[in-house]
């Protein structure tokens, strides 16, 4: 098996950052991880000693956008998370103090019957 040219897999890992960029900001999750495996392939391919001067800050200002664009993602991810989790809990009541510091809970009011009208 011959080894590819260390300058091509360069170009391809540079590529590849610009496909997962443009898959973060899509927001195309599954795009995503199908480039995972080959951006980790690619990197553990890549012999830093036979690089050129200007491709590897190129391609880490590439990995950190990246990275900086996946961990807003995940904040998003997060946060619509906290979110439903907060409409789910006041779909089920709240908790309020009376006048004393007494804790009770409000049932948030389901009908429980349909009206039908002829």
């Not at 991880?33 to 200002?61: C, F, H």
């Given at each position: 098996?011959?080894q590819?040219?260390p300058?091509?897999?360069?170009e391809q890992?540079d590529?590849?950052?610009?496909c997962?960029?443009?898959?973060?900001?899509?927001?195309?999750?599954?795009?995503?991880?199908?480039?995972v495996?080959?951006?980790?392939?690619?990197?553990?391919?890549?012999?830093?000693?036979?690089a050129?001067?200007?491709?590897?800050?190129s391609l880490?200002e590439?990995?950190?956008?990246?990275?900086d664009l996946?961990?807003?993602?995940m904040?998003?991810?997060?946060?619509?998370?906290?979110?439903?989790?907060?409409?789910?809990?006041?779909?089920?009541?709240?908790?309020v103090?009376?006048?004393?510091?007494?804790?009770?809970?409000?049932?948030a009011?389901?009908?429980?019957?349909?009206e039908?009208?002829?």
């Amino acid at each position: 098996m011959t080894q590819a040219d260390p300058d091509n897999r360069i170009e391809q890992l540079d590529t590849l950052l610009d496909c997962e960029r443009a898959a973060l900001i899509a927001g195309d999750f599954a795009r995503l991880e199908r480039l995972v495996s080959e951006k980790e392939n690619l990197v553990a391919q890549i012999d830093v000693t036979q690089a050129q001067p200007g491709d590897l800050p190129s391609l880490r200002e590439k990995m950190a956008r990246n990275q900086d664009l996946l961990t807003g993602a995940m904040e998003g991810i997060r946060a619509v998370a906290r979110r439903l989790s907060d409409l789910q809990q006041a779909r089920k009541g709240t908790d309020v103090y009376d006048g004393k510091g007494r804790k009770t809970h409000l049932s948030a009011r389901v009908a429980s019957s349909v009206e039908k009208r002829a």
